[in-house]
């Protein structure tokens, strides 16, 4: 069984950037389809953004596109989501989720995700 450990997460002022990581251990992460996700106190877990197994096919959310950036190293076992021009609603805690599929099928929903990591906090703050 896959298990995920995010990092990168901490505090940034608007307009700043992060580098979350999302480190796979247990088997290659290169059948697996990821996602980032997030939420925040008093919200549902959403979408950020998914990427398939191989790499080849990305999806965000409309309010990050254009300033965040999905990608894996699968040779490292490790998952990637670039945040620029971060904006006080991007706050929440980033969660990274895996499934392992055998097509190039992703999902923006959250429940079909099966493996979590723990999460780490984000907080853009002036």
């Known amino acids: 069984q896959v298990q995920l450990v995010e990092s990168g997460g901490g505090l940034v002022q608007p307009g700043g950037s992060l580098t979350l990581s999302c480190r796979a251990s247990?088997?290659?992460?290169?059948?697996?389809?990821m996602g980032w996700f997030r939420q925040a106190p008093g919200t549902e877990r959403s979408l950020v953004a998914a990427?398939?197994?191989?790499?080849?096919?990305?999806e965000y959310t409309s309010s990050v596109k254009g300033r965040f950036t999905i990608s894996r190293d699968n040779a490292n076992n490790t998952m990637y989501l670039q945040m620029n021009s971060l904006q006080f609603e991007d706050s929440a805690v980033y969660y990274c989720?895996?499934?392992?599929?055998?097509?190039?099928?992703?999902?923006?929903?959250?429940?079909?995700?099966?493996?979590w990591g723990q999460g780490t906090q984000v907080t853009v703050y002036s």
């Open positions: 247990g088997r290659a992460l290169s059948g697996y389809a």
């Open positions: 989720a895996a499934r392992y599929t055998t097509t190039h099928h992703l999902s923006v929903l959250h429940w079909w995700y099966n493996i």
């Open positions: 990427i398939s197994a191989s790499g080849g096919t990305t």
